[in-house]
């Protein structure tokens, strides 16, 4: 694995800009990387946490008798225990690790068990009983900012935390001066980290500092360390953080992670032992906390040329429960909110406001992924009006060098390179070309409508002046030359400990495998201030400079008199030799001379950002010390028919300043863009009422491997007299445009603009977000309520007994006289059982041989029940006989799914959008149930009552599916399946059409819906409308009707039925005018 | 609690664990092979993807009964006398991973994958994988990595 060395602008050999293999590579491809629930420490008990059951009221008992009785439960952690300070905040200290008598939201926690094992931690969670007086809560931001609103937390005298005010010129004026003055709404939802690695903490007791250390999944070890000193009621000294390797943060292993390792350092102290806390993915996403949503209003008034001349902007962000870093989130939106874009006349108002919704914090934007796609959209708006394209109203506004911005700072101590990345993200995308090319496609397509948009940014580096902005690192060369660099700063996956090696490497003129990055730990070095706001290259990268040229100039002292040579300056330090003009050392041995002459070879760096400031009053100061520029180009198809955007393809051209690690650089790029992606148009974090209903993976989407086709990452560079070798930040600028440019090209797609995201297939369709509605039973009572819960606190698979047959017989004996759950593939049943309570007895049938192949006779193809969709999709007969079952199958779930789950698995969970069922419909097929007393074949057309019920009683297992091989004649096929995302769906929609015909009239017909109905359904009066008459545009157009009439009559009142009439009457549409084409392809 | 006898990495076991235990429960707690994650228990992320008797399955959705008489291997498996394997290093080379919490699935799907079809092409490589969510990468570089091996 060589890494690229090339040289650098004095003609040495430098590994400054290139593609660098990270150097947490190799642990991390073994897996041997250490992440924080693999770590095993002796003695080790479990935690677990009992969360609220409502999302706000006050606690009027807590019973935990019965969980205190549990063999091995060693201690309950509530808030009664808590040694120090109760409640906590970064900046106001609002929130409770374990809340006192009142929840406030619906990751709320009320106790905390260890225990000797996991199970037995998680039982006890299961066992403690709750009981409330409920609150009404308020879930709407623009409900609790209402003066009369209750008070979520009545001491702060208001639900308005924060309101930052931002004043320049005068905005009436502005609004006087213009040709045009429009105003809109905008909104933005809450967005989940969706880290992969959920949270995971642990904290043993430290008897030296009798203290605690704390291991795990931890983004900013300081403040870790602090907030577990203050509730602990300890010193800094007797906290020490190790982060473990970070399984993905993105903003999101802060607060969480802080209050987790509270909670199991109170445990720690409670047992005297280590205790591990490690969260389910439900666990995650209930209680961490999202992006902000936020309601945004934008007046603007410009010339008629398009000139902007005054701006006002209100903003209302839902904080949910908590403030936690809403202070410093909403400060950075308004500094920006108007986008880089010189306007005299500003008036800017954002508020963060208390609800009963998840909190919300820091996540990569950190408040400027949501102004963006507000203003970036308001700017094509604006260009459309006056007639000119969105390039244009971007140079006639956009900051040059020396532009005053709606802070009043000047920018004129960076290059100010807006265009310069406008122009080289349209070059590089063709974007010009592209909309030609993408007008003519519109103009000939009725269906696919493309798309192409741009969005623009600029953002302020590091904190700015939200907060004290230094940082620290360690530069200690050993006698033999190797080198260790550690930081206040921590490794989150983004690649920070690769760029740092690097830049040790080039100060010292050593190579990158002599560089050990040490792990780091709170007790080791300074507080480095946290790792976020893009900061850690531009104020880590100038600390290791700063440590590193220290050590570099001791060495020299020592050995100038050798190299005869007074000037530094005068030397070169590469590929570990040091040579001047007149001799040369390697640098090994400089470092063992310089060594045992007693000099210090480590050196501490720290630096300090420059100076910056703010007016709270007026909004007016030099915000940032400097600023980077972005511009986004993203290519969509919209399906008009069912509202379903693809992303093509997003340019992404970053000024970082320079590169230090293209290779990372890049990767910066990609990822962020994907998530932006995924902010754009999947994910929907869904929270009605307090309650989360996207608990999982498979409820909050996004994006899979198949969700893009293409990005370019272009890496831009205008040095920065600030930053390291001129470098200075990339990681969040790459997310916050994406959503803007999609939401741009979708205008230019469908003619629409559209005012909020997620673009989702609802929201595309029916211009709304479309919402399955709370039960009753759910929305917040005012009675007393007394929660029995039987719902498990973490969704786990317990209490269960396998018995594995040896063969069919065996299996339907064992039936015949006992009660057992089938267990296959497991891809349903494991599934269920997590969620589910009690003792459950499975027989696991998935490798009975008998149940497993595909045979072949002239007029049946038999499938064994067993058999996984990998297998049927891979078998060449089914291939030619049964193209839909084929292609249906191949999108259940993913390769893993498919080699698993089970043909008859599928069929008798009876969802009503299994994938596999509808073809089965289609082809006809039958079903052999077996039981041990009698055999019996039954149609899939009467095998599924409805919803999740079958015919098959209790004995019986679904042993064969009875295909009858189709008559060789020419068959017209059409399937197509409507999922969110273009793999690991739970189909939306689906209809598959087999036709045959005769002198040209429909001979054979047959149409089949899935995900429709409360079952998959055939649609028979369709089918007799169809027989016999030509497949003509008036006839597809006359089904349409009574198909409507027939949907209506059984679906109309479902919440759903709104998107999925119209849908799927244009997806009949789309396969009958499909099919109806190749036929008349054929004839011509 | 059943016993159980399989094959991981080559190594014959013989172990009695708790009937719901998951093969990912097995090999994390009882094996501390812990290079192969748990990121949502529910099939749905492809972090705790292990290759199963030649498939690459799940291993958050399989239970201690159904592996009696597998053969598994994981990730461990993939380094062989201190050298990686031409998949790992490529994934090192391209900048496929960032936090590395999806690596050790990507690793053993995409092995699956090219023990069975050496030369995939992309869409071939976006089937295998479109069960492994990432969260980092962007997946561009993943796709790149996969294709370098193919060659």
């Known amino acids: 694995m060589q890494n690229e060395v090339s040289k650098n602008r004095k003609g040495q050999d430098s590994v400054i800009g290139k593609r660098i293999n990270r150097v947490d590579g190799y642990e991390k491809v073994t897996g041997k990387a250490v992440y924080g629930d693999d770590i095993q420490l002796q003695g080790m008990l479990y935690a677990a946490i009992r969360y609220t059951d409502i999302p706000a009221g006050k606690i009027t008992q807590i019973d935990v008798s019965e969980a205190e009785k549990l063999a091995g439960v060693k201690a309950i952690a509530r808030f009664k225990d808590i040694p120090g300070q109760k409640r906590l905040g970064p900046i106001r200290a609002d929130q409770y690790a374990i809340v006192d008598e009142e929840v406030f939201y619906t990751g709320d926690v009320i106790a905390v068990v260890a225990a000797e094992d996991k199970e037995i931690a998680h039982l006890a969670a299961d066992l403690i009983k709750v009981e409330y007086q409920p609150i009404p809560g308020i879930f709407d931001p623009r409900e609790a900012f209402q003066s009369d609103s209750r008070l979520i937390h009545p001491e702060y005298k208001s639900n308005i935390m924060v309101h930052y005010p931002l004043r320049k010129g005068s905005v009436e004026k502005g609004f006087e001066q213009s040709d045009q003055v429009?105003?809109?709404?905008?909104?933005?939802g809450f967005q989940e980290h969706a880290y992969i690695e959920p949270e995971s903490i642990t904290a043993a007791p430290d008897p030296t500092s009798k203290g605690y250390k704390i291991y795990g999944s931890i983004q900013n070890p300081f403040t870790t360390r602090k907030v577990v000193a203050l509730f602990m009621g300890l010193n800094l000294?007797?906290?020490?953080?190790?982060?473990?390797t970070l399984g993905g943060s993105f903003g999101g292993k802060d607060d969480i992670v802080n209050y987790m390792a509270c909670r199991v350092a109170l445990l720690?102290?409670?047992?005297?032992?280590?205790?591990?806390?490690?969260?389910?993915?439900?666990?995650?996403?209930?209680?961490?906390?999202?992006r902000h949503p936020y309601f945004l209003n934008y007046k603007v008034g410009f010339a008629e040329n398009g000139k902007l001349n005054a701006m006002k902007i209100k903003i209302i962000a839902d904080c949910g429960a908590y403030s936690s870093q809403t202070f410093f989130v909403t400060w950075r939106s308004v500094v920006q909110a108007t986008g880089p874009y010189e306007i005299e006349n500003v008036e800017t108002d954002i508020y963060g406001v208390y609800t009963n919704n998840t909190y919300t914090a820091a996540f990569r934007g950190f408040g400027s992924p949501q102004i963006i796609f507000a203003q970036e959209s308001l700017m094509d708006e604006i260009a459309d009006i006056c007639g000119i394209s969105p390039v244009e109203i971007r140079q006639l506004n956009g900051y040059g060098q020396g532009s005053i911005t709606a802070s009043g700072?000047?920018?004129?101590?960076?290059?100010?390179?807006?265009?310069?990345?406008?122009?080289?993200?349209?070059k590089k995308a063709e974007y010009e070309k592209k909309i030609e090319e993408f007008k003519l496609l519109n103009a000939e397509n009725d269906r696919f409508a493309f798309g192409i948009g741009l969005s623009c940014s600029y953002r302020g580096c590091s904190l700015g002046a939200e907060g004290t902005d230094a940082t620290s690192a360690i530069v200690s060369v050993q006698a033999d030359g190797s080198?260790?660099?550690l930081t206040g700063l921590n490794e989150n996956g983004q690649g920070m400990r690769t760029t740092f090696s690097q830049i040790a490497a080039e100060i010292l003129g050593t190579k990158m495998e002599k560089i050990v990055f040490l792990e780091p730990q709170t007790a080791s070095i300074n507080d480095g201030g946290p790792t976020v706001a893009s900061r850690g290259t531009i104020t880590g990268g100038n600390a290791v400079i700063l440590a590193a040229k220290e050590v570099k100039q001791r060495i020299f002292e020592v050995i100038?008199?050798?190299?005869k040579e007074t000037d530094l300056e005068k030397t070169s330090w590469q590929n570990s030799i040091i040579k001047s003009k007149n001799n040369e050392i390697p640098f090994d041995e400089a470092a063992e001379i310089a060594s045992k002459q007693g000099i210090n070879l480590s050196a501490y760096g720290w630096w300090n950002a420059p100076d910056v400031s703010w007016d709270e009053e007026t909004g007016q100061g030099n915000a940032y010390f400097t600023y980077v520029y972005g511009c986004q180009i993203a290519e969509i198809m919209v399906d008009k028919s069912t509202g379903k955007i693809d992303v093509l393809k997003v340019t992404a051209a970053h000024d970082v300043g320079k590169v230090i690690n293209r290779l990372g650089a890049e990767g910066q790029i990609t990822g962020g863009v994907m998530q932006g992606l995924g902010y754009a148009v999947l994910e929907d974090y869904n929270i009605q009422n307090g309650e989360v209903k996207s608990a999982n993976l498979d409820e909050y989407l996004i994006p899979t491997i198949k969700d893009i086709q293409s990005i370019d990452p272009i890496l831009v560079e205008n040095e920065d007299k600030f930053g390291p070798f001129g470098a200075k930040s990339l990681g969040e600028p790459t997310l916050e445009l994406t959503s803007a440019a999609i939401n741009n090209a979708f205008k230019f797609a469908t003619g629409n603009h559209s005012y909020e995201i997620p673009l989702t297939l609802e929201k595309v369709f029916l211009n709304k977000q479309l919402k399955k509605p709370s039960r009753q039973s759910e929305v917040a009572h005012t009675e007393t309520c007394r929660v029995h819960s039987t719902k498990k606190q973490s969704p786990r698979l317990n209490n269960i007994t396998t018995i594995t047959p040896k063969n069919l017989d065996e299996a339907l004996k064992l039936l015949s006289h006992e009660q057992f759950e089938i267990l296959s593939g497991g891809t349903d049943v494991l599934i269920g059982l997590r969620m589910k309570s009690g003792e459950h007895k499975l027989l696991n049938i998935f490798d009975i041989s008998e149940l497993k192949g595909i045979s072949i006779s002239q007029n049946e193809i038999r499938i064994k029940g067993g058999t996984t969709f990998s297998q049927i999709i891979s078998n060449s007969v089914i291939r030619e006989h049964f193209p839909i079952l084929v292609e249906a199958c191949s999108k259940i779930g993913s390769t893993q799914i498919r080699n698993r789950a089970t043909i008859a698995g599928n069929i008798v969970n009876a969802a009503p959008c299994a994938d596999s069922y509808p073809p089965l419909l289609l082809y006809e097929a039958e079903f052999v149930l077996q039981s041990y007393h009698r055999t019996r074949t039954i149609s899939a057309e009467d095998f599924i009552i409805k919803n999740y019920q079958t015919q098959i009683e209790?004995?019986?297992i679904l042993t064969e599916i009875i295909l009858p091989v189709p008559a060789p004649q020419k068959y017209s096929q059409h399937y197509f399946q409507l999922g969110r995302r273009n793999a690991l769906n739970i189909t939306r929609l689906s209809l598959g059409i087999i036709m045959t015909f005769e002198n040209d009239l429909i001979s054979d017909c047959r149409l089949v819906s899935g995900s429709l109905f409360n079952k998959p359904k055939r649609l028979p009066e369709i089918e007799k409308m169809l027989y016999g008459e030509q497949l003509k545009a008036k006839m597809i157009e006359a089904i349409e009707q009574p198909l409507k009439e027939i949907i209506e009559k059984e679906i109309g009142g479902r919440w759903s039925s709104e998107y999925k009439i119209p849908v799927f009457l244009n997806l009949m549409r789309n396969g009958l005018n499909d099919i109806r084409k190749k036929k008349e392809s054929q004839n011509d | 609690m059943i016993e159980i006898k399989f094959k991981v990495n080559q190594v014959d076991y013989k172990l009695e664990v708790d009937d719901s235990s998951r093969l990912l429960d097995i090999l994390r707690e009882e094996l501390g092979l812990t290079g192969t994650k748990e990121g949502c228990g529910i099939g749905e992320c492809g972090a705790c993807t292990v290759i199963l008797n030649g498939d690459a399955v799940n291993s958050c959705l399989i239970l201690a009964a159904q592996v009696d008489g597998a053969e598994i291997e994981t990730v461990e498996n993939l380094e062989k006398n201190e050298t990686l394997s031409r998949l790992q290093q490529a994934f090192v080379e391209n900048g496929a991973i960032q936090c590395g919490f999806c690596t050790p699935g990507m690793l053993m799907s995409a092995k699956a994958l090219l023990t069975k079809n050496p030369h995939p092409t992309s869409a071939e490589i976006k089937d295998a994988?479109?069960?492994?969510l990432c969260r980092c990468t962007g997946y561009v570089p993943i796709i790149n990595s996969v294709l370098a091996v193919a060659k």
């Open chain 2, 129 to 132: 994988l479109e069960g492994n």
């Open chain 1, 560 to 563: 100038k008199d050798r190299l």
């Open chain 1, 268 to 290: 720690a102290k409670m047992t005297g032992k280590p205790v591990k806390l490690t969260y389910s993915r439900e666990n995650s996403i209930k209680e961490s906390y999202k």
């Open chain 1, 237 to 244: 000294n007797q906290v020490n953080v190790f982060g473990s």
């Open chain 1, 409 to 426: 700072q000047k920018l004129s101590e960076h290059k100010v390179s807006l265009n310069e990345v406008m122009i080289t993200a349209m």
């Open chain 1, 483 to 485: 080198v260790y660099v």
């Open chain 1, 954 to 956: 209790a004995n019986e």
């Open chain 1, 182 to 188: 429009i105003e809109r709404d905008y909104k933005t």
